[in-house]
């Protein structure tokens, strides 16, 4: 090829999960943009990068697909773009199709069926160093000769692990694939192409078998996974306190060092009352986000995650969900927007519909910090039966609370629809692996980057707003009252409170409710604002255990497990179902729920206490 060669278009498919987004990342960098196709909400990821020779090479990333008989929107993108009958989409001029190399058993046989449109094929194994740690032995020139298409191995997640596949693409336009015929039994070539080009150990076939035995188990497997969620939640608590205690001490030496340089007045205010109480008050929480999503990640990159969603499949099918929704609740716990997102690859309308519903029950890391909080100013940091911490337990139990929340509103949506129909779940259960350390680095480096970005972003804009609400206007002369009982938000706070005086919410706790729409933390760090401002120099766990009663804090815990979802959660919705009435509908039920769950803990828990 040369420099001056027209741009070679190439598209860029494969099964979920075979890695062709970090593929796809790797090859352009910065260089791509997202929008979503005409029409459809489904995301449309393009990119260049320039090749060894100079030429520019475009890449569309397309939509996961298991086949070309498409089941779902996402295939029905891929489909119809590989058969140039998407509208604004031409046909590339070559398609790269990735495989994981750890389970080509599934992947091949959308090679094959690839190979049947008759378009220029590079077959990509991704994995490579997986498959390799794993005893997996490919012999791509045999399998290269028998496909009859270039086969490449790749590591995605590696600097430098495309390198072999940027140089075939260097190269000259492969030829036509060989079109297979219409109705080769494509099983038996599978089959075919793994006797005769990859060797697999035994010992590893075996070991999943006989770890299966007791994971899949229908008593067995279930009692595994609590046990394994349990020990999670036991070590958000336990491992993070070390952490905790020294980003508090930072924080807390920092702004005393910054308000001793800084001169008295409304600066010094907004530095030591506003950043460094409210941010400082979200920050401390950095380490349990980072602790759940390291067993969280370590679960996924295992195998274990989709054999979870095997075995949950009979109790979602009751109510009214499949197995298939397991991925993307569970990827709400992290955000509810990617959860939602996810659901593209579910493909019966109502199911889909129904886990969009309910994604937001699911307890997001941006409820932990207020969780959290609570729990260490009420719960007492005790063990029970002499093994388990009990601030730990109260985490856990807030978790299945949304859990079989969601479940419950399922149910319900499920005898609203007239659709009464129940959908099988067919699902390839991938092979056991340990997960890489580096895999797992990047990932919490990723979420600590979100994380960080949040705090420096919109929870300190928010924090800043609210100062100023909170600091002006000033009090008249001679008021004994805190100045913020005469500010907009001191104001705002006490017309709130009668709506919320019977949930047992203080008008601090009503005014935080507000910026909590736009990220939910952001009450966190609001609280401390607020209470820094009413001449409160206590830490804000302090204050809260001082200041609430028990009935308050448990009310409040149980607010935040309905509470109505942020902002750019509803605009997720929004735009996924094109539809304002399925925003109106998730945000007025979650409120209502919210409301109701609050009213009745308080005033029991008042009853009782």
Known sequence: MNASAAALRIAIVGNPNSGKTALFNQLTGTRQKVANYAGVTIERKEGFYTAPSGRTVRVLDLPGAYSLAAASPDEAITRDVCYGRYPGEPVPDLIV???????????????????????????????????????????????????G??????????????????????????????????????????????????????????????????????????????????????????????????ISAGVAALGIGVGNVLP????????????????????????????????????????????????????????????????????????????????????????????????????????????????AAFIPAQTVVGVFNLQGIVLFTLYVAGIVSALAVAWVAKRLNRDKSEHALLMELPSYRLPHPRDIAIGLWERAMIFLKRVGGIILALTVLLWFLSSFPAPPPGATDPAINYSL???????????????????????????????????VSSLATVYALSGNEAGLSAIVAAQWSLATALSLLVWYVYAPMCISTLATIRRETNSWRHVWITAGYLFGLAYLASLLTYQIARAFA
């Open 97 to 147: 199709c990735v495989a994981d190399a750890t389970n080509l058993r599934l992947h091949l046989r959308f090679v094959l069926e690839l190979k049947h449109l008759g378009l220029p094929i590079v077959l990509a194994l991704n994995m490579m160093d997986a498959a390799e740690r794993r005893g997996i032995r490919i012999d791509r020139a045999r399998l290269q000769q028998r496909l």
């Open 149 to 246: 298409i270039p086969v490449v191995g790749t590591i995605a997640v590696r600097r430098g692990g495309t390198t072999a596949l940027v140089e075939q693409l260097d190269r000259d336009v492969p030829a036509l694939a060989p079109a297979r015929e219409e109705h080769a039994d494509l099983h038996a070539e599978v089959r075919a192409l793994l006797a005769e080009a990859v060797s697999v150990p035994r010992r590893t076939a075996a070991a999943d078998d006989a770890i299966d035995r007791v994971v899949l188990h229908p008593v067995l497997g279930l009692a595994v996974l609590a046990i394994v969620m349990f020990l999670i939640f036991q070590a958000v608590f336990s491992w993070a306190k070390p952490l905790q205690d020294a």
């Open 264 to 375: 008295g007045g409304a600066l010094r205010s907004l530095v030591v009352d506003g950043v460094f109480a409210g941010l400082g008050a979200v920050l401390v929480f950095l380490p349990q986000i980072l602790i759940l999503f390291l067993f969280i990640l370590s679960l996924e990159e295992s195998g274990y995650l989709p054999r979870a969603a095997f075995l949950l499949d009979r109790m979602m099918l009751a109510a009214g969900l499949t197995g298939r929704s397991f991925i993307p609740l569970l990827s709400s716990f992290a955000c509810a927007i990617p959860g939602i997102m996810a659901t593209r690859s579910i493909q019966d309308p109502r199911d889909r519909m129904t886990t969009i519903l309910v994604a937001p029950l699911m307890t997001c890391s941006a409820r932990l910090p207020v969780y959290t909080l609570l729990i």
């Open 489 to 523: 938000a001191g104001r705002i706070g006490h017309g709130l409170h009668a709506v919320f005086a019977p949930l047992g919410f203080n008008w601090q706790i009503s005014i935080a409710l507000i910026p909590g729409l736009a990220a939910r933390e952001v009450a």
